[in-house]
């Protein structure tokens, strides 16, 4: 099957279910990802932040990869799959396996640890290794982050064709934006500057909130694309809204919360990871039901 460029357009993050023992399930799997195939999104990111992929067994990613791959192109949609670990040699061993089951493209957050010249040399073997585009994925964290220049060289290496940028710094997003090399895709993967982001040049967006807010997520990144400003900044405030009872109260709780809410399977986020309890879901809904019900409420 030939590959769907993944140059732009909104990539939902799958969330990979579990049980009570963090064991991965997989018709739980398929039955999240299916319902998200037929919102208007252009595909899927695998096995990423939301998917809790750096918590889960190779052998059960390998098996949400295959399963997600095979839904995505089913429904003439992009599957993209992260395949970053805490070992290089894990890594390399996803993205061969990604490859060879037909993903689309891999993406990768940076190798735990590593410089920068360590870095460099994990991508360029994680392009030979796949040998389809790779995604990078910059988040920054203690004791991972890098320059300006240092991200724009990885975009150099041959093989990788975009890069998704999850930084709170909306202007370093922007400037990755202006020295991109020529072709170089940028997703934004910060939800609460998606529409400034899209504005500004971004091709893309992957975030949480597509994955139970489908509709606005596209609708704020399509808005925004064709000029629509008024609307897409509407959209963007709502989310935003919901986004700072969220960070108040406990981001993982609360996604875990709003899923029960809509009768999804909500144990997502693998130990010791916090859970939501009966207690969170009260004084939680009170304070956001409104707003959730409202993103959910938009047709688009």
Known sequence: MALKPVTGGVLVPACSPCDAQDRFLET???????QGMNEPLDGAY???????????????RKT??????????KHGKSALVQVGAFTM??????AEHAAMSGADGVSSVPLPGASHPQQMQYYRALSESAKIP?????MPQPGVSFTLENVLETLTVPGVTGIKSSTNDFF??????????????????????LAPAVIHGADGGIGMWATVFPRAYA?????????DYKRAFALQSDLNALCAVVMRRGLLQSFACI?????LHDRVFRAPAPQFDAAFSRTFMAEAGALVERLRAVEF
């Not at 790779?134 to 910059?138: A, D, F, H, S």
């Not at 370093?172 to 170089?184: A, R």
């Open 28 to 34: 739980a799997f398929a039955d999240m990802l299916e």
């Open 46 to 60: 695998l096995c990423g932040g939301t998917g809790d992929g750096m918590k889960m067994r190779l052998s059960e």
């Open 64 to 73: 949400a990869a295959e399963i997600g791959i095979e839904i995505c192109h």
């Open 89 to 94: 040699r894990d890594a390399l061993e996803l």
């Open 134 to 138: 790779v995604i990078l994925y910059y």
């Open 172 to 193: 370093f997003t922007q400037q990755l934006m202006t020295e991109k090399p020529d072709g170089c895709a940028v997703f934004n993967g910060k939800d609460e500057y």
């Open 219 to 227: 609708g704020i990144y399509r808005t925004a694309k064709t000029g």
């Open 259 to 263: 899923l029960h809410e809509l009768g």
